[in-house]
C-alpha cells in the first residue's frame, strides 16, 4: 500500500491560466474522489469515479473543470481560465469496492492564483 | 441530506490533560461516521471510524469516539493529549450515497 498519491504539491500560477492535477489512487481501489478544500473548511465534494465512469458532479463544479480517469487508475483535474476563487487545497481519495467504504486522502495539491 | 456540526472552531488543552472533541450530524438514513486528523500541509487521515456494532469505537493514537443514536452524536476523546496531536480534526458522515460530508473541524492547541 502506497498510499494515495498527489502531484503537484504546490502550484502557483497566473489568473486566467490553465492547470491540471494528477492524482494515483492506491492500486486496488475503483473509487477516486476530489474534493476541494479551502481555509478554515472542511472538505468539499466535488465529483468522483467508479472505475473510470463519472458518477457525479457538484454544483462546485463549473463548466471550467474537469475531470477525467481515462483508464480507471490514475485520474486527471483541469481547470480551465482559473479565477482567484479557485485558490484552495485539492485532495483526491480513493476507496476500494463495496458499499461506503473509508476513504484514503492523498496530501494534495495547493494551487495559489496571484 | 445528511450534515455535520462540529461545535468548537478550537479546543485549547493542555499537555497530559483529557479533550472531547464534539460533533453532531443530521441524516434521514443510516450513517457510517469517521474521525479524520489533519497535520499542517497533508491530507486527511482517518483516525476511527463506526459502520455498526459496538458504540465505542477505538481508533489509532489512542482515540476513541462514543456513537449516540438518540443524540445524533459521534464525540471524540483522548484521555492525555500529547504535543504531536496538534492537528485539525475533522467529522464526517458517509450517507448512502458514498459521499462523505465533512464538518468544518476542530483545530486542537496542545498547550505546554
Known amino acids: 500500500d502506497t498510499g494515495v498519491s498527489q502531484n503537484p504539491r504546490h502550484k502557483i500560477t497566473k489568473r486566467g491560466q490553465n492547470v491540471t492535477f494528477r492524482c494515483d489512487p492506491i492500486?486496488?481501489?475503483?473509487?477516486l474522489y476530489w474534493y476541494r478544500q479551502t481555509l478554515g473548511q472542511g472538505p468539499e465534494f466535488l465529483t468522483y469515479f467508479q472505475n473510470e465512469a463519472q458518477l457525479e458532479k457538484s454544483r462546485l463544479l463549473s463548466d471550467r473543470f474537469s475531470a477525467e480517469r481515462p483508464k480507471g487508475s490514475f485520474s486527471t483535474l483541469e481547470i480551465q481560465r482559473t479565477e482567484q476563487g479557485d485558490s484552495a487545497m485539492y485532495l483526491c481519495?480513493?476507496?476500494?469496492?463495496?458499499?461506503?467504504?473509508?476513504?484514503?486522502f492523498g496530501d494534495g495539491t495547493r494551487l495559489s492564483i496571484l | 441530506a445528511q450534515s455535520v456540526t462540529q461545535l468548537d472552531s478550537q479546543v485549547p488543552v493542555f499537555e497530559e490533560a483529557p479533550v472531547e472533541l464534539r460533533c453532531n450530524y443530521s441524516s434521514s438514513v443510516s450513517v457510517y461516521l469517521f474521525w479524520y486528523v489533519q497535520y499542517p500541509n497533508q491530507g486527511l487521515q482517518l483516525l476511527l471510524k463506526?459502520?455498526?456494532?459496538?458504540?465505542l469505537v477505538k481508533g489509532i493514537n489512542g482515540f476513541e469516539a462514543e456513537f449516540n443514536k438518540s443524540q445524533t452524536s459521534f464525540h471524540l476523546r483522548k484521555p492525555s493529549v500529547h504535543i504531536s496531536d496538534t492537528a485539525e480534526y475533522f467529522c464526517a458522515v458517509n450517507g448512502r450515497d458514498d459521499k462523505i460530508i465533512f464538518g468544518k473541524g476542530t483545530r486542537l492547541h496542545i498547550l505546554p
Open positions: 492500486s486496488e481501489h475503483n473509487r
Open positions: 481519495a480513493s476507496s476500494p469496492p463495496g458499499s461506503r467504504q473509508p476513504q484514503h
Open positions: 463506526y459502520l455498526s456494532g459496538s458504540t
